[in-house]
């Protein structure tokens, strides 16, 4: 069973700063695509930033600039460093990341994390 564990949400005043972090564990081969997802009240699930196996990024256009995706492939951990945070960045932000379970297949398998709630005050 592969489990997704999230760190480093909070409350910030607009301008500030949050790292968040999630470390995966479990029994799995490798790591393919990492990435964080936020859902606010009554909206749909969005992309905020992925980073793939070899370190390629990708960002919604609302973070460009302020947010910065990273990896660590030897702790199995992605961090999303969000800088000039502004109060309609408040969600509950949910990592995602998938790997595969065997050598043997290259089927991917996808999980999520239990998601850390983020909240701006301006």
């Known amino acids: 069973q592969v489990q997704l564990v999230e760190s480093g949400g909070g409350l910030v005043q607009a301008g500030g700063s949050l790292r968040l972090s999630c470390a995966a564990s479990g029994r799995f081969f490798s790591i393919n695509g990492m990435g964080w997802y936020r859902q606010g009240p009554g909206k749909q699930r969005e992309l905020v930033a992925a980073i793939t196996s070899g370190g390629k990024t990708n960002y919604a256009d609302s973070v460009k600039g302020r947010f910065t995706i990273s990896r660590d492939n030897a702790k199995n951990t992605v961090y999303l460093q969000m800088n000039s945070l502004k109060p309609e960045d408040t969600s509950i932000y949910y990592c995602?990341?998938?790997?595969?379970?065997?050598?043997?297949?290259?089927?991917?398998?996808?999980?999520w994390g239990q998601g850390t709630q983020v909240t701006v005050s301006s």
């Open positions: 995602e990341t998938r790997l595969r379970e065997s050598p043997h297949s290259v089927y991917e398998y996808e999980y």
